[in-house]
């Protein structure tokens, strides 16, 4: 008995992944079911429209260009872009695409990921922050400080500030007492800045800030001496006075680069711990 195949459609409609034919400038010719499934809208909602418009706008450049390079020639394999779900959720996608000049068209499969995209996202969060706090961490300072050093045309300060005296009360109270200080302090520090400055968590009881636009130590010392209020007002029992050694460096008066500043902010911190402990001896 000979075998009949099914329509290429019906084939096609069983597949997870959205299947799409557009024509020369980007207009929908076909769509499969999962289309209507993945992003919400039924075949006939559509045919005719321009694929662009059912892009999330942010994405809309980085499609354009990638449809180019699809058009001339270049086969797309993993091409990521969002799209806006009929109800107005935002849809992470991944295409294949090819231009198929003997017809006319353009062809393209994509499979939905956003759920690896949210993985994706906190796998880089986790990456660049401080688990405890929520602060952007080591790695993310260092990001941070090469671009600010990079930008030529602004000046920059970097505040390098530890906890008097955390280590001793910290084993004394305990660790999670020392982490809810710890949290406070982040938080105390995060409302002090301005907009614009940055703040990450490098070590146990250390914390460096970024001034962008600091015009030189005056003005660093000032946001200095009100990050010491700042850390001086937490209240976290059975912690009390903690105080906080701040020490600065200004690009390009103290180096012109990140380790030589995180260096230089380092030691003048040291020199303000020593200070403190001077003027608190009998």
């Not at 109800?87 to 939905?112: F, N, T």
């Not at 949290?183 to 703040?199: K, M, P, S, T």
Request: contains cysteine; glycine residues 8%; aromatic residues 6%.
């Amino acid at each position: 008995m000979p075998t009949t195949l099914p329509p290429l459609g019906e084939i096609l409609d069983l597949l997870p992944d959205a299947v799409c034919v557009v024509d020369p400038e980007g207009h929908y010719l076909a769509v499969s079911a999962a289309f209507e499934h993945i992003i919400g809208y039924r075949p006939d909602e559509v045919m005719g429209r321009r694929m662009i418009e059912l892009v999330h706008p942010d994405d809309r450049a980085a499609t354009a260009l990638a449809v180019q390079r699809v058009m001339e020639g270049r086969p797309l394999p993993h091409f990521r872009n969002r799209y806006l779900h009929r109800d107005g959720h935002v849809v992470d996608m991944q295409w294949s695409a090819k231009w198929l000049p003997e017809y006319g068209v353009r062809l393209a499969v994509g499979h939905q990921v956003t759920e690896l995209r949210e993985l994706e996202r906190k796998l880089e969060y986790m990456a660049g922050h401080d688990p405890l706090t929520g602060l952007p961490n080591r790695y993310r300072l260092r990001e941070e400080l090469e671009r600010a050093i990079g930008d030529s045309e602004q000046a920059l300060a970097v505040l390098y500030l530890d906890l008097d005296g955390f280590k001793a009360a910290n084993d004394r109270h305990g660790h999670a007492q020392g982490d809810r200080l710890l949290c406070e302090v982040a938080n105390r520090l995060r409302q002090a800045l301005r907009h614009g400055d940055f703040i990450a968590r490098v070590g146990g009881d250390e914390f460096v800030v970024l001034l962008p636009g600091c015009a030189g130590h005056g003005d660093a010392r000032r946001v200095a001496d009100t990050l010491q209020a700042s850390v001086a007002a937490a209240e976290v029992p059975p912690f009390a006075g903690i105080g906080a050694s701040v020490g600065v460096a200004c690009c390009p008066a103290d180096g012109r680069d990140a380790e030589a500043l995180l260096r230089c902010a380092d030691a003048d911190m040291y020199v303000v711990k020593h200070r403190h402990r001077g003027a608190a001896a009998p």
